[in-house]
């Protein structure tokens, strides 16, 4: 929607004329169609009161004692704050030199003294319309500029949210694969030391049969938690599906051990201090990225899905005995 042009009644007029009889001629012609009409016989006067209140359009004569029309043009045009307001002279001044120097200054139309009135109503009809449509332009750029902006960062909420679990938090399968695979180009072109982890929650199942998925869903909520208080906010931590996590971490020495008690730490003090009804168990697999050999992620992942069964069956005959 467009802001509707001003009506006269809204529109505020500068004149400035040392020559009180052009001041009250003009006058007359602009405020016999409603303008809002300001008289000024003095430049600088007439500069700190635009200063003050800006009007929308400025009638300059040239010849002025102390301070003429082509210098108060140019201060104008220096300034900020009334660069934009548009300056039409009036002046007896009829060479061809003198109006290519108003407009060089930045005026926008000329009218010759002695001046008729029709002509000035269309001349300065003419500037306002153009001031207003160039004004209704910026705001058009200014909203269709928000509205970019606005429709960039719910696209980006979306991606975002697109990659995100519901249910965690955490990435989703599609977010992990997207990061860990431009970290993995970073390593291998640095030569920088990762290591992908595959974890997977122990007896997840049997909890879903007894007490139910609700409950289920607290496990693993639970499990990503602890797995986030035990790997750094820099790596890459998803749920990869169901009960199964897995991390990408960039530029840390690999010891699986280290991993393992620092992870069990936590668990031991989850299940001590919780008021859960279950005990909570996550058993993993680490495996070291090949990045020599242009090892691929989906290798790098079945390598420690194999290991974190291997660790599964470990905990599984220890707890028989």
Same mark, same amino acid.
Do not use: W
């Given at each position: 929607?467009?802001?509707?042009?001003?009506?006269?009644?809204?529109?505020?007029?500068?004149?400035?004329?040392? /020559?009180?009889?052009?001041?009250?001629?003009?006058?007359?012609?602009?405020?016999?169609?409603?303008?809002?009409?300001?008289?000024?016989?003095?430049?600088?006067?007439?500069?700190?009161?635009?200063?003050?209140?800006?009007?929308?359009?400025?009638?300059?004569? !040239?010849?002025?004692?102390?301070?003429?029309?082509?210098?108060?043009?140019?201060?104008?045009? =220096?300034?900020? +704050?009334?660069?934009?307001?548009?300056?039409?002279? @009036?002046?007896? $001044?009829?060479?061809?030199?003198?109006?290519? *120097?108003?407009?060089? $200054?930045?005026?926008?139309?000329? !009218? /010759?003294?002695?001046?008729?009135?029709?002509?000035?109503?269309?001349?300065?009809?003419?500037?306002?319309?153009?001031?207003?449509?160039?004004?209704?332009?910026?705001?058009?750029?200014?909203?269709?500029?928000?509205?970019?902006? =606005? *429709?960039?960062?719910?696209?980006?909420? @979306?991606?975002?949210?697109?990659?995100?679990? =519901?249910?965690?938090?955490?990435?989703?399968?599609?977010?992990?694969?997207?990061?860990?695979?431009?970290?993995?180009?970073?390593?291998?072109?640095?030569?920088?030391?990762?290591?992908? !982890?595959?974890?997977?929650?122990?007896?997840?199942?049997?909890?879903?049969?007894?007490?139910?998925?609700?409950?289920?869903?607290?496990?693993?909520?639970?499990?990503?938690?602890?797995?986030?208080? +035990?790997?750094?906010?820099?790596?890459? $931590?998803?749920?990869?599906?169901?009960?199964?996590?897995?991390?990408?971490?960039?530029?840390?020495?690999?010891?699986?051990?280290?991993?393992?008690?620092?992870?069990?730490?936590?668990?031991?003090?989850?299940?001590?201090?919780?008021?859960? @009804?279950?005990?909570?168990?996550?058993?993993?697999?680490?495996?070291?990225?090949?990045?020599?050999?242009?090892?691929?992620?989906?290798?790098?992942?079945?390598?420690?899905?194999?290991?974190?069964?291997?660790?599964?069956?470990?905990?599984?005959?220890?707890?028989?005995?």
């Amino acid at each position: 929607m467009t802001t509707p042009l001003k009506s006269a009644t809204q529109t505020n007029i500068l004149i400035v004329d040392d /020559t009180p009889d052009n001041l009250r001629l003009l006058t007359k012609i602009l405020e016999s169609q409603g303008y809002i009409v300001r008289k000024s016989l003095n430049g600088r006067m007439a500069l700190q009161g635009v200063q003050r209140d800006p009007p929308n359009l400025i009638l300059l004569d !040239i010849n002025m004692p102390d301070m003429n029309g082509y210098e108060m043009c140019q201060k104008l045009k =220096e300034s900020e +704050t009334t660069a934009q307001i548009p300056v039409i002279f @009036v002046s007896a $001044l009829e060479r061809l030199e003198d109006k290519v *120097r108003a407009f060089e $200054l930045g005026g926008v139309d000329y !009218i /010759t003294k002695p001046f008729q009135e029709q002509e000035v109503l269309v001349r300065v009809k003419n500037q306002l319309l153009i001031q207003q449509q160039h004004q209704q332009l910026i705001e058009q750029n200014q909203r269709l500029e928000r509205e970019i902006q =606005e *429709r960039l960062k719910a696209e980006a909420e @979306v991606r975002q949210l697109s990659l995100r679990d =519901e249910l965690t938090g955490l990435y989703n399968r599609r977010g992990f694969f997207l990061l860990a695979q431009q970290q993995l180009k970073t390593a291998q072109r640095t030569k920088n030391k990762c290591c992908l !982890i595959f974890a997977d929650l122990d007896g997840l199942k049997k909890i879903n049969d007894t007490l139910g998925h609700e409950l289920g869903d607290k496990v693993i909520v639970d499990a990503a938690q602890i797995l986030r208080q +035990t790997f750094r906010d820099a790596d890459i $931590l998803a749920r990869f599906g169901g009960d199964e996590f897995t991390l990408f971490l960039l530029g840390e020495e690999i010891h699986s051990q280290d991993f393992k008690t620092r992870l069990q730490t936590n668990i031991d003090f989850f299940n001590q201090n919780s008021q859960r @009804v279950y005990k909570l168990s996550i058993s993993i697999g680490i495996q070291p990225c090949d990045i020599n050999n242009n090892c691929s992620l989906e290798e790098s992942i079945a390598k420690a899905d194999k290991l974190m069964y291997e660790h599964k069956h470990t905990k599984y005959i220890s707890n028989l005995h």
